[in-house]
């Protein structure tokens, strides 16, 4: 990610910081941020100027909910679309290794300027980046799981209105913003012995 896009979603940061101290000191939930690694850089005269990542993060939070482990990758834009792609290499690869446990959750959360907000299960977003990847907008891809049907936009990007309206999060509440509850959808409130309800991409 780049550093101004680092810079532009620090306000959503902040945000997602108020919204999970409030959800651990309600007792809900304990979600914390995934630290950086950083290596500080220093000038010719030895002082501290800037710094460069050491280590890249797997995601930006990790935590469980209800017996529930779960991983959160959040994105913001100040666009009208987000591309897929912000979503990176290896956290790909790690959201895919975390979907190894089968009671397991993934979740992209979207801030589209502070304004609106999403929860999109990652096998969801996969599919649309793995879509467009291959086929570069010459087909879509129909997906379903935890009872919930989406096809793909078929581009690079994704508009606020493409997305499917159930994981729009609505702001308010103690927390300020709930989006456990798009998880209590996904698994209809509870986890079975056999792993996620629904959870099975199609």
């Known amino acids: 990610m ?4 680092a810079n532009r979603g620090q306000p959503f940061e902040d945000f997602l910081k108020f919204v999970h101290q409030r959800y651990q ?3 809900i939930a304990c979600v914390h941020k995934v630290p950086t690694e950083f290596i500080p850089l220093r000038n010719a005269k030895g ?3 800037s710094a460069k990542v050491e280590h890249k993060s797997c995601v930006d939070y990790l935590g469980r909910y209800k017996g ?3 991983a959160v990758e959040a994105k913001h834009t100040e666009d009208k679309r987000i591309a897929f792609n912000r979503v990176e290499p290896h956290q ?10 089968p009671n397991a959750i993934a979740l992209v959360l979207v801030s589209f300027n502070l304004r609106r907000f999403y929860a999109v299960p990652w096998e969801f977003w996969k599919a649309a980046l793995e879509s467009w990847q291959q086929h570069k907008g010459k087909e ?8 919930w049907t989406w096809t793909t936009p078929g581009m690079a990007s994704v508009s606020e209105e493409q997305l499917h309206p159930d994981w729009e999060i609505k702001t308010g509440g103690r927390s300020g913003l ?3 509850e798009i998880i209590d959808n996904m698994t209809g409130g509870e986890v079975n012995a056999n792993g996620r309800q629904g959870s099975k991409v199609i």
Do not use: F, N
Not at 2 to 5: Q, Y
Not at 92 to 101: I, N, S
């Open 2 to 5: 780049s550093r101004s896009h």
């Open 25 to 27: 000191a309600d007792g």
């Open 47 to 49: 002082q501290v100027c």
């Open 68 to 70: 529930i482990p779960v």
């Open 92 to 101: 790909a690869d790690y959201l895919d290794d975390w979907l190894k446990d």
């Open 140 to 147: 879509r891809r129909t997906v379903k799981a935890y009872g």
């Open 178 to 180: 709930p989006y456990l």
